[in-house]
C-alpha cells in the first residue's frame, strides 16, 4: 500500500462482521476463516537459544553484541511476517466489502493476562485496528465498531438469547434457549456486524431527530 493518494476502491455492496481470535486470527461473517500463523512461537525456540547464548556473554564485548544484533535481526523478522499479513489481510477486506465491522478491543487490558499475553503479541490485534482504520478512509469503506463489552460470544446469532457462561475451551455455541448450534467465533462475527449495524441505524435516528 501506498500513502500517496490512495485512489477510492469500487463499491461491492458487501458487509461483514469480524471477530478476531487466537487460534483463528480472523473470522468473518459470512465464515471466512484466517488461521493465526503464530509467527513468534515458530521463532521462539531460535530466540530462546540466543537469549542463553547473551545471558552467558559478557555485557560490552563484541560477541555480546553481534547475538544482540542477531536476536534483533530475528525479532524484526517476525515483526515484519505479521506486519505483511495484516497488510495483506486489510487491503483484501476492503477490497472485498464496504462496510466492516469490529469490536474495539481493549488490548492492555487482555495483555496483562499471563495466559494470554503471549498469544495475543503474536497476533497484534491492536495493529490489525490500526491498520483496517486508516485503509477504510483511504479506500473509502466504512468502518463500524463495537464496544469492548459487547457479549458477542455469549450472545445466540438466532434468537439473541446470553449466555451467563461461556468456558473459552467451547469452540462450538450451543443456544440452550433456541437449540441454535455454530461455530462459536462464526457466531461472534455475526453478533457483531448485527450490534454494530443496529447501533449505525440507532445513531443515524438520534441524528435526524
Same mark, same amino acid.
Given at each position: #500500500?501506498?500513502?500517496?493518494? %490512495?485512489?477510492?476502491?469500487?463499491?461491492?455492496?458487501?458487509?461483514?462482521?469480524?471477530?478476531?481470535?487466537?487460534?483463528?486470527?480472523?473470522?468473518?461473517? #459470512?465464515?471466512?476463516?484466517?488461521?493465526?500463523?503464530?509467527?513468534?512461537?515458530?521463532?521462539?525456540?531460535?530466540?530462546?537459544?540466543?537469549?542463553?547464548?547473551?545471558?552467558?556473554?559478557?555485557?560490552?564485548?563484541?560477541?555480546?553484541?553481534?547475538?544482540?544484533?542477531?536476536?534483533?535481526?530475528?525479532?524484526?523478522?517476525?515483526?515484519?511476517?505479521?506486519?505483511?499479513?495484516?497488510?495483506?489481510?486489510? *487491503?483484501?477486506?476492503?477490497? #472485498?466489502?464496504?462496510?466492516?465491522?469490529?469490536?474495539?478491543?481493549?488490548?492492555?487490558?487482555?495483555?496483562?493476562? %499471563?495466559?494470554?499475553? *503471549?498469544?495475543?503479541?503474536?497476533?497484534?490485534?491492536?495493529?490489525?485496528?490500526?491498520?483496517?482504520?486508516?485503509?477504510?478512509?483511504?479506500?473509502?469503506?466504512?468502518?463500524?465498531?463495537? #464496544?469492548?463489552?459487547? %457479549?458477542?460470544? *455469549?450472545?445466540?446469532?438466532?434468537?439473541?438469547?446470553?449466555?451467563?457462561?461461556?468456558?473459552?475451551?467451547?469452540?462450538?455455541?450451543?443456544?440452550?434457549?433456541?437449540?441454535?448450534?455454530?461455530?462459536?467465533?462464526?457466531?461472534?462475527?455475526?453478533?457483531?456486524?448485527?450490534?454494530?449495524?443496529?447501533?449505525?441505524?440507532?445513531?443515524?435516528?438520534?441524528?435526524?431527530?
Amino acid at each position: #500500500d501506498t500513502k500517496e493518494n %490512495p485512489k477510492p476502491l469500487p463499491k461491492t455492496g458487501k458487509t461483514v462482521g469480524i471477530d478476531l481470535g487466537i487460534k483463528t486470527f480472523i473470522t468473518t461473517s #459470512d465464515n471466512k476463516k484466517i488461521e493465526n500463523h503464530k509467527f513468534l512461537a515458530k521463532s521462539q525456540g531460535k530466540i530462546s537459544r540466543y537469549q542463553q547464548v547473551l545471558s552467558n556473554k559478557k555485557k560490552g564485548s563484541k560477541r555480546y553484541y553481534k547475538h544482540c544484533k542477531k536476536l534483533a535481526k530475528l525479532y524484526l523478522k517476525v515483526t515484519n511476517q505479521r506486519n505483511n499479513l495484516i497488510h495483506n489481510v486489510t *487491503k483484501q477486506l476492503v477490497t #472485498d466489502y464496504d462496510v466492516i465491522c469490529v469490536e474495539t478491543l481493549n488490548v492492555k487490558s487482555m495483555l496483562q493476562d %499471563p495466559l494470554f499475553a *503471549k498469544h495475543l503479541a503474536d497476533v497484534s490485534f491492536g495493529f490489525f485496528i490500526e491498520v483496517i482504520t486508516y485503509k477504510c478512509t483511504w479506500y473509502e469503506k466504512l468502518l463500524l465498531k463495537v #464496544d469492548t463489552y459487547y %457479549p458477542s460470544s *455469549k450472545t445466540c446469532s438466532k434468537c439473541g438469547h446470553v449466555k451467563e457462561k461461556l468456558n473459552i475451551n467451547e469452540r462450538i455455541y450451543n443456544c440452550e434457549n433456541c437449540g441454535h448450534t455454530i461455530n462459536r467465533d462464526l457466531n461472534a462475527a455475526i453478533n457483531i456486524k448485527t450490534k454494530a449495524l443496529g447501533d449505525q441505524v440507532l445513531n443515524e435516528q438520534l441524528i435526524t431527530v
